[in-house]
């Protein structure tokens, strides 16, 4: 295995999505425009470019988004009893205005025209256009050191709002960035036994997908 090689699959397997782990640290902008210019060299459906970046910095509006995702985190946990909510108790998710940097990521179904090429059979391959976008974002952010939280405790419509996106363009994610001390070795849902992590042998069929 070369040096780029090896370089790219620890990149990929060093990726965590960061809550507890931002530093305070502004992003430096040059260091931002070379993840986004990532996140922007994403393969898309038809060429179409289904995606827009919003950059969140004002503390009013960080604030704002923290509040919303802590009612519905509420919400969430209201529904858990018992060790699964134990559990979720442990998990924590900050870094909203820990990060000092949100990037709110919208998918523009207009953009490219009427006929997008390779999508007429697949309604949403320009949603899936807009999420290979995120995770090149991810990638690079975790290839210059910084750290980044999906947030997805959020009403569409709320998020909408708070960023002034029109009606057409659906807000899919909400980004935390920015420089962290450390990424953890294991993940927290992992660590906090949400989730355990499948084998590869669990998810790859060969031919057919098994009998259930």
């Known amino acids: ?11 990929i397997n060093r990726r965590r999505d960061t809550r507890r782990e931002f530093t305070g640290a502004p992003t430096d902008d040059e260091v931002l425009e070379r993840v986004l210019l990532a996140a922007h060299a994403a393969p898309s459906v038809g060429m179409s470019q289904p995606w827009d970046f919003v950059l969140v910095r004002s503390p009013e ?33 900050e870094g909203i205005c820990e990060s000092g940097l949100g990037i709110v990521v919208g998918y523009d179904p207009t953009r490219g025209g009427p006929a997008v090429l390779g999508r007429h059979a697949i309604p949403d391959a320009g949603l899936y256009s807009v999420v290979c976008a995120i995770q090149n974002l991810w990638l690079a ?31 899919v994610a909400w980004l935390c960035v920015g420089p962290v001390a450390d990424l953890p070795d294991v993940p927290d849902l992992e660590r906090f036994g949400w989730q355990a ?16």
């Open 61 to 93: 509006t960080l604030r704002a988004f923290r509040d919303h995702v802590a009612g519905e985190r509420e919400v969430f946990a209201a529904e858990l009893s018992g060790e699964r909510a134990d559990v979720f108790d442990r998990i924590k998710i």
């Open 141 to 171: 952010a975790t290839a210059e050191g910084l750290g980044v939280g999906w947030v997805s405790f959020y009403r569409e419509e709320t998020l909408r709002s708070l960023v002034g996106m029109p009606d057409h363009v659906r807000p």
């Open 1 to 11: 295995m070369s040096a780029e090689t090896a370089a790219l699959y620890d990149v």
């Open 197 to 212: 992590r499948r084998s590869l042998d669990t998810v790859v069929h060969r031919e057919r997908y098994p009998e259930p």
